[in-house]
């Protein structure tokens, strides 16, 4: 595999975001999508450096650590702004009366947890330890899973406990009564149901954008089928949801109503000069100005609904994490790369630590993109950036993958 250099005259960016542009850029999206995958940094920290010039993974820990953003599950495991703490309160009571089977099945654990928590504060995960082993969320024929890590996902997942702080991928773990803004706690335990419900449809709908009925995830609330028509239809009626016609596709989608005008404007400017996320209201100080390639993690919140993306983008993804690698047909962890407002192709890349380096197993353009040498220098800027991003000084194989004509 070749090597290269970092591209002469790249310098880091010298804007320094701040915990609160991280925060506007968090609440833009509505939420950001965790996992601990680490092939390179994790999905979570891709996704902000994506979009934030600057971004360093101590900032999203600030806001954790200072009570601004919280962890819990949205579209999946996500961050989310404190602010919006009361809005996922069904889905923590959907959890409590699901999961309160399995926590009585633990009664001593449980209490030992919570009994350390509430004299010791926040603690980490690695704090609690014991020689059963369970069956966990994803243990299959053999148990596996610490009794006491088991407990520690039932209380988090059903609102009892919370993650407070991580160093690394180590989750500190508090009490929710005793971690949480006064005024944050009183409000979930007063939300009714149905407005929680409703605000958290809308979060929904303002977190994807394109919106169809046949997502099982619609509003983040387990509806059925039926009851996700009947309720687009019904934003539609008040006028705050509009039909969208999308060219040779059947999937009947839709957007906010107040998007319209700026597809309007989008389709009158974009002519290839349109920056994507320029829509989205941020700090002038974490604008990116140009047309920039950018690598996206496999759970950007681009990619959440798949069949959209291929609706949309022509682009048909799998995340192959978890095919087996015999099957595979990008790579472990192949990332979309965008260019501009078009999904050009895949990056496999995997960080070595121990050698300091980002390397490149695969890069491949889709057929109809044509590897120019002003394409491929902008590649190489993009992956020199993503290299020091992740605090390394060379990139392995970055031009040896991939069909080119240059």
């Known amino acids: 595999m070749q090597r290269s250099q970092l591209v002469p005259g790249f310098e880091a960016t010298s804007q320094r975001p701040s915990p609160d542009d991280v925060l506007a850029v968090i609440s833009a999206l509505e939420c950001v999508q965790i996992d601990p995958v680490a092939a390179v940094e994790r999905n979570q920290h891709l996704v902000l450096a994506a979009r934030i010039p600057g971004y360093r993974p101590k900032l999203l820990n600030q806001l954790l650590e200072t009570r601004k953003v919280f962890e819990y599950i949205a579209n999946a495991a996500c961050v989310l702004p404190m602010a919006d703490y009361a809005l996922v309160e069904p889905i923590r ?5 699901g999961l309160q089977s399995e926590i009585d099945k633990y009664q001593d654990v449980v209490g030992l947890v919570l009994h350390r928590l509430e004299s010791e504060g926040a603690l980490p995960a690695n704090a609690f330890t014991s020689a059963d082993k369970v069956h966990g969320y994803w243990d299959n024929q053999v148990a596996k899973t ?4 088991h407990v ?3 209380l988090n997942d059903t609102g ?7 160093d690394g991928n180590t989750r500190f773990f508090d009490i929710s009564r005793n971690s949480l803004p006064e005024d944050v706690w009183q409000q979930s335990r007063v939300i009714e149901t149905a407005d929680a419900q409703r605000l958290l449809l809308e979060k929904y709908m303002r977190a994807y954008r394109v919106l169809d009925a046949s997502d099982a995830r619609f509003g983040w609330s387990h509806w059925k089928a039926q009851e996700r028509s009947r309720i687009l239809e019904s934003y539609v009626s008040q006028g705050k949801v509009v039909p969208l016609a999308v060219a040779e596709c059947r999937t009947p989608y839709y957007v906010l ?4 005008d700026a597809l309007q404007r989008m389709e ?3 002519r290839g000069d349109l920056e994507p996320f320029s829509d989205i209201r941020v700090p002038r100080s974490v604008a990116v100005a140009g047309r920039a390639i950018r690598f996206l ?3 950007d919140n681009l990619l959440w609904r798949r069949s959209r993306v291929v609706d949309l983008f022509s682009f048909d993804y799998k995340w192959e994490v978890y095919t087996p690698a015999v099957k595979r ?17 895949r990056i496999d890349p995997r960080l070595d630590r121990k050698q300091g380096a980002l390397v490149v197993e695969g890069l491949y353009l889709e057929p109809n993109i044509k590897r120019t040498q002003k394409l491929s220098k902008s590649l190489e800027v993009a992956l020199d950036r993503f290299a020091r991003f992740h605090g390394v000084n060379e990139v392995v194989g970055a031009h040896s993958a991939g069909s080119a004509d240059t």
């Open 93 to 97: 009571r959907r959890h409590q009366t």
């Open 297 to 299: 993690p496999p759970l």
């Open 146 to 149: 610490k009794a006491t890590s």
């Open 329 to 345: 047909q990008y790579g472990y962890y192949t990332m979309p790369i965008l260019a501009g407002d078009e999904l050009i192709g």
């Open 160 to 166: 009892i406990i919370r993650v407070v702080k991580r």
């Open 257 to 260: 109503a107040e998007d319209v």
């Open 152 to 154: 520690l996902n039932l």
């Open 268 to 270: 009158m400017d974009l």
